[in-house]
C-alpha cells in the first residue's frame, strides 16, 4: 500500500541491529531486526514472509536472556543494504510477557542492545 506518510506507530523504535529466528508451524528462517519498541519491530529476512497469521520470534541477547514472542506481519517491502536486497517485515507483538517487556523497555531506556 502508499505511504501517506501518516506515522501510524504508537510507540517511538529504537534502532538495532542482531540475528533474530523467526519460526514458523513448518520452518525456521534467520533474520535480522532493525529496529524495535514496546510494541513491534523491523525484521530484515531474505525471503518473503507469506501471509502466516501468527509466527513466533526468537531473540537471543549475549547474556543469555532468550525470548520468543508471538507475532504477526503489518506489512512489508523490499529494501536494499550493501550488496544485499532484503524483505523488510514489519511486526507487531501479539503476546508478550511482562518479564520480556520490562526487559526491552529496559534495554531501549539503557540503549543496550549489544548483541
Given at each position: ?44 529476512c531474505l ?69
Amino acid at each position: 500500500h502508499m505511504n501517506t506518510g501518516i506515522e501510524k506507530r504508537h510507540h517511538p523504535r529504537t534502532l538495532v541491529w542482531g540475528p533474530v529466528i523467526l519460526k514458523f508451524a513448518h520452518r525456521s528462517m534467520m533474520g535480522a531486526i532493525r529496529n524495535i519498541s514496546v510494541g513491534g519491530a523491523l525484521i530484515f529476512c531474505l525471503e518473503p514472509i507469506e501471509s502466516e497469521n501468527e509466527f513466533l520470534i526468537n531473540l537471543n541477547f549475549p547474556e543469555g536472556e532468550e525470548m520468543s514472542i508471538p507475532c504477526k506481519k503489518v506489512w512489508s517491502g523490499e529494501v536494499s543494504a550493501g550488496n544485499f536486497d532484503y524483505i523488510a517485515v514489519g511486526i507487531l507483538f501479539t503476546k508478550i510477557s511482562s518479564t520480556d517487556l520490562n526487559v526491552i523497555i529496559e534495554r531501549i531506556v539503557s540503549g543496550n542492545f549489544g548483541f
